[in-house]
């Protein structure tokens, strides 16, 4: 039987590291690697020149999400086409439970607003707001229903936050049924007392954003999910870690061999709080929970990444226009830093910046495809259908070109939002073909058009 496609003359890169191979695909799936593959009424894709990637996959993302009464800017149409184009082919959104509702009512929404919009493949996290005791089957239900991990705020009192015990008595229950509690670690209390005070004494532009949410309240809380984690038997994720002491934490907990991991994401490699002394009110585009860091903390946060403290690069994308437009905008902060909405476009630039890393010498190869597709899909129950190109694998993959150094721009970003964090950036990989089980999303770092060919993934429990 004869291959459907054969990507040809490319290096392969794996967790290995580089190999000169070529790859047959059969029925959406790798079918072999190797040279002199049997081209005979097979397509082939010219790679020669070019490294070849197993696909992105982008396990921090929020496409659609509503902000009061409006959304971000992207959604599951405009977000995926930005990740395809950026090289990612899987990305796993948060379905965010509304409060007193049930989680499956949160899942059956979020797959709906992805249902024949989403280019790339796609799973999702529950966030968790209120779950009591006598609800906490659905738990059970949602890894069934294949979203095995879950994720709780330790921020925003009153809004999304879970107390120790609510989050406690959730992971007690996940340890049991192979789930994953993930957390967004900041001190929810310490901070809204930080940004009141900040309020009342006029300290009302975006710079006061970072300085009402210390280092410290990162800290403490990545501290504080650990000790819940290790006294319950949970597997415990830290998502988007921005600081050094937080990284030290995750460092420690795992020395100790405790089932914790953490992800970072480019903004707090890439980008430091000098952002926010841009002039006016352009220091908003960079208004994330938490914020970008004092420089020194995104030197150790590479450390980090070198050395597996870290685990995963994930983007965070959460767009929002600077200007007046489409969904809220940062504009609605204009008056008081508080009211800006949190978060900033990545899904698209995230490989092309770590490639970067790896031209640069900060990465090796084989530890770029682990951090932005391998353990992403390992700790997420897709390896190896997704995080690898082994014959069996699903054909996701991105070739990247480095002969043709490109400039990040919003002028030629695909997001369906006003501007870039890394204007004007010169990186050195261009995303030139992406393939979605075989099929192309992209040709000459354009979208190859037609309708979105994305399916939703059911992911196994932790441990299956
Ligand atoms: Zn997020």
């Known amino acids: 039987m004869g291959f459907d496609l054969i990507v040809k003359g490319g290096t392969l890169v794996s967790e290995v590291g580089f190999a000169r191979s070529d790859i047959a695909v059969r029925a959406g799936r790798v079918a072999a ?26 396990a921090h993302t929020h496409f659609d999400l509503p902000f009061g009464r409006t959304t ?28 007193g509702r049930p989680l499956k009512q949160a899942l059956e929404e979020w797959r709906r607003k992805a249902e024949g919009r989403c280019h790339v493949d796609y799973g999702f996290h529950l966030a968790v707001v209120d779950l009591p005791e006598s609800r906490l089957r659905e738990l059970d239900w949602a890894v069934r229903a294949g979203c095995p991990s879950f994720k ?6 009153g809004r999304l936050m879970l107390d120790d015990g609510a989050i406690a008595r959730a992971m007690l229950r996940l340890q049991d049924i192979g789930g994953l509690a993930s957390v967004h670690a900041e001190n929810g209390g310490l901070i809204d007392v930080l940004v009141r005070r ?18 410290a309240a990162e800290a403490e809380a ?14 415990l994720y830290v998502v988007h870690v921005s600081t050094a002491e937080g990284a030290g934490e995750i460092r420690r907990a795992r020395e100790r061999g405790l089932r914790v991991y953490g992800e970072t994401c480019p903004q707090y490699l890439f ?48 767009s929002f226009n600077y200007r007046k437009g489409r969904g809220a905008s940062k504009q609605l902060g204009r008056k008081d830093f508080s009211r800006i909405p949190n978060g900033a476009p990545g899904v698209e630039t995230r490989l092309p910046l770590l490639w970067d890393a790896v031209e640069r010498g900060d990465l090796s190869p084989a530890r770029f495809v682990e951090l932005v597709s391998a353990d992403p899909a390992r700790l997420f129950g897709l ?34 939002v006003d501007y870039s964090p890394y204007e004007g950036r010169r990186v050195r990989a261009w ?22 060919g994305g399916a939703f993934l059911e992911r196994k429990p932790l441990g299956a």
């Open 271 to 318: 980008l430091s709080d000098r952002e926010y002394r841009r002039p006016g009110f352009e220091g908003a585009k960079f208004v994330m929970s938490p914020p970008l860091r004092p420089e020194g903390h995104p030197r150790r946060l590479w450390d980090a990444l070198r050395q597996n403290w870290l685990q995963v690069v994930a983007t965070d994308h959460c």
């Open 383 to 416: 390896y190896p259908r997704k995080g690898c190109l082994a014959p069996g694998s699903d054909a996701d993959l991105a070739v990247l070109d480095p002969r043709k150094a490109r400039l990040l721009s919003a002028k030629t970003h695909h997001a369906n």
């Open 33 to 58: 690697l190797g040279k002199k593959l049997d081209e005979r009424g097979a397509r082939t894709l010219d790679a020669s020149g070019c490294f070849v990637v197993p696909g992105g996959v982008d």
């Open 222 to 235: 990545v501290h504080r999910a650990i000790v819940l984690a290790e006294v319950t038997g949970c597997p």
């Open 198 to 215: 900040a309020l009342r004494e006029g300290r009302r532009a975006p710079r006061w954003h970072p300085l009402t949410r210390p280092p």
């Open 72 to 99: 971000t800017a992207d959604d599951f149409k405009t977000g995926s086409l930005a990740a395809a184009c950026g090289g990612t082919t899987t990305i796993l959104d948060f379905a965010t439970q509304e409060r």
């Open 152 to 157: 709780f705020y330790m921020a925003y009192p």
């Open 431 to 452: 995303v030139r073909d992406v393939l979605l089980r075989g099929r192309p999303l992209v040709r000459s770092g354009e979208p190859v058009g037609g309708s979105p």
